[in-house]
Nanobody, 116 residues
Framework: QVQLVESGGGLVQAGGSLRLSCAAS????????MGWYHQAPGKQRVLVAT???????NYADSLKGRFTISRDNFKNTVYLQMSSLEPEDTAVYYC??????????WGQGTQVTVSS
């Protein structure tokens, strides 16, 4: 498995931008897929975006065009660039490294709060 540490969350006004980072304890190439998920209060954790080892990206339909996932294999870091943020984007954002069925790792999450 791999340890993941998210950073970059905070309080931002609607329409603003944030870039989240997810630093891994070892090579992110060890995972088949790296991803970002978010969980709003009282709701389930849901997919935001994923990126495969080869760089193929997938986004939640509602977020296409506003969020961009990227990876730096040399820095063992995955990023989530978030733009045009809305109050509905307020949630805890979690990083995931997925090599199921063998293993899957989660970070501790970083809070993003968007004020109206």
């Amino acid at each position: 498995q791999v340890q993941l540490v998210e950073s970059g969350g905070g309080l931002v006004q609607a329409g603003g931008s944030l870039r989240l980072s997810c630093a891994a304890s070892r090579s992110i190439l060890s995972a088949n897929v790296m991803g970002w998920y978010h969980q709003a209060p009282g709701k389930q954790r849901v997919l935001v975006a994923t990126i495969t080892r080869s760089g193929e990206r997938n986004y939640a339909d509602s977020l296409k065009g506003r969020f961009t996932i990227s990876r730096d294999n040399f820095k063992n870091t995955v990023y989530l660039q978030m733009s045009s943020l809305e109050p509905e984007d307020t949630a805890v954002y979690y990083c995931n490294a997925d090599s199921r069925p063998i293993w899957s790792s989660w970070g501790q999450g970083t809070q993003v709060t968007v004020s109206s």
